[in-house]
């Protein structure tokens, strides 16, 4: 009779210690997941404004911008030079 309480206690034991380790398990997987309600990093790209150089007329967006006397410009080289 002693012996057949052993092996229950064991296998109530091994349940746990197994149950635990899945528990575990799923709480390390859930925080390397990103919570569902949060966009991951969203494309700032997509929801960026464009803007048009002064000079030449090249689209680009607003961050890349080189911005001189009120006006947007592609790259320094199109900013005219400035008149004293
Ligand atoms: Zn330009």
Partial sequence: MS???FW???AVLI????RAKLRA???NQQMHVPPQ???????PAAIE????????GLHFPVSEAVRAD??????PAHVPPVAH
Avoid: E, N
Wanted: with cysteine; proline share 6%.
């Fill in 49 to 56: 404004d464009m803007t048009s150089c002064a000079h030449c």
């Fill in 15 to 18: 349940f746990f210690a197994v």
């Fill in 25 to 27: 398990a799923v709480r």
């Fill in 8 to 10: 229950i206690a064991l």
């Fill in 37 to 43: 309600g949060r966009p991951a990093a969203a494309p």
């Fill in 3 to 5: 012996r057949l309480v």
């Fill in 70 to 75: 009120g006006r947007d410009y592609c790259s």
